[in-house]
């Protein structure tokens, strides 16, 4: 299952997600490190660290000869590198996959791309770390023990899967299968609404007096923490994954309703109901 | 500025609170430490760590010559004991404060019935963990480091008043003077409405599918830690600061209509405006 020493890895974007893939990859003894980067000042920066056997600005030539290929960029420019890829020569059997943090985007565009030149293209999520902090944030066993989410389609071949599951596993993730659109619900649920809940909260808590704050204890620094997350990136995010997030975001204005209802009518059995809910919800997974 | 080896305090309710400051107590020197408890067997376990001088389930008796009286108990339950405190026989120039989360319901009941009797009562309110967790929970330091609000009234002396702020700096605590609604209107933002949020933000992520959060990482964990608090203690405490609350938690509905709106239209300015807000708001504390 993908020995690495015979694999020739190609990674496009070596931030903090690419740049921990091809750190666990020298290590691992991969064959080959091919990367990409925009800029040619990334690419300084990776061979410094001894990180690529062959280093480019030019997408083809990275691709060229490469077994499995990795989108490493923000999804918007996902379907553009896509579109060079296939006019370049990978290694026959050659796999395409991504770390984006949506899928249902990701197939329809890079995604598709590769399936019309007949290049294997099958999505991953890796769930190690969400900011664009780049390469100098990048670190080995960033993935150990995380959960990767892959989302083949009704056409996957299964050989292709096994190579790709593998893959992830030999960087340490847990990996688990669902399709896309299941993918991209989830991480609503999970980490957008979160992202969102968190941003409501600081708006609020913060925005009648910010110097306030200073009293304030563990509760409003934890629930707020990811407000502090990188705007731009955030923005992207979340318009990528809108109409999973649309009926999550209508869910969460509905409950902060409701809990205004309940503080309005002093219920009290209302208002404890629904903090046990909340207490045995979370106490399912912490 | 009350020198610990010659005062005699009083603990009421030896829980997280009342306990940690009964062991800080204890090793700075303090002249003699009276406990009260509701329940016989929390004076046993006060006892077998060495930690009364004398405990009793009578409040008059344990008020009984004490110099500084510290109301430990849940805020419901304030009132009552000052009702017994106010017919004990405490030293003269006794002082009595309370470590209570909301300030106006507090003065408006046992301090309002310890200055109708003449005995001074200043409200305070440490900000060291918010958990009930008992005795079995107390520990030294517990307040080091810790933001202590005191609300004096108009007619607070300023001896007392120095005096209780000279005994929480000894406890390493930083102290702040403001008035009850203002402390009510503070801790309504800064802390019981983060905890909503973090209810609903749980409610929201995790209801339609639990077995989801297995996925999770660490943005769902954090915004939503603190609803696993204890549901009894915080309904008491949400209703408590009620009037406090509501204008907050109708800030929270309103920001999260208007998250809702923006992606529903799909907004990108005012989603990275928002987004940039709330990041820019909470780097003023983090």
């Known amino acids: 299952m993908l020995p690495f020493r015979e694999t020739s890895l190609a990674i496009f974007g070596p931030g903090l997600l690419g740049?921990?893939?091809?750190?666990d990859a020298r290590e691992l003894g991969c064959r080959q490190l091919r990367v990409w980067a925009r800029r040619e000042e990334s690419l300084t920066a990776v061979r410094a660290r001894g990180l690529a056997d062959f280093a480019s600005t030019d997408a083809r030539a990275v691709a060229d000869g490469a077994d499995l290929l990795v989108l490493c960029v923000p999804v918007g420019g996902m379907k553009s590198l896509a579109e060079q890829i296939v006019t370049a020569s990978p290694a026959p059997g050659a796999l395409v996959t991504d770390v984006g943090s949506v899928k249902a985007a990701v197939l329809a565009g890079a995604g598709a791309v590769c399936a019309a030149a007949g290049i294997p293209f099958i999505?991953?999520?890796?769930?190690?770390?969400?900011?664009?902090?780049?390469?100098?944030?990048?670190r080995r066993q960033l993935y150990q023990g995380a959960a990767c989410i892959l989302t083949p389609e009704p056409d996957t071949a299964p050989e292709?899967?096994?190579r790709l599951?593998?893959?992830?596993?030999?960087?340490?993730?847990?990996?688990?299968?669902?399709?896309?659109?299941r993918h991209d619900a989830l991480v609503a649920r999970i980490s957008h609404l979160p992202h969102l809940a968190a941003v409501a909260a600081t708006l609020a808590s913060f925005q009648p007096d910010p110097a306030m704050a200073q009293f304030a204890a563990g509760g409003l620094r934890d629930t707020t923490r990811v407000a502090s997350g990188p705007p731009g990136m955030w923005r992207e995010i979340l318009l990528e994954n809108r109409s999973a997030l649309l009926p999550a975001l209508a869910d969460l204005h509905r409950t902060t309703g409701e809990l205004l209802e309940i503080l309005q009518e002093a219920d009290e059995e209302r208002l404890l109901a629904v903090l046990t809910t909340a207490q045995q919800l979370r106490a399912t997974r912490y």
């Open 19 to 23: 740049g921990s893939l091809l750190l």
């Open 123 to 138: 999505g991953s999520h890796p769930m190690a770390g969400a900011e664009t902090a780049g390469l100098e944030a990048a």
């Open 165 to 181: 599951e593998a893959f992830w596993q030999a960087l340490g993730c847990r990996t688990a299968l669902m399709d896309a659109a």
């Open 160 to 162: 292709a899967l096994a």
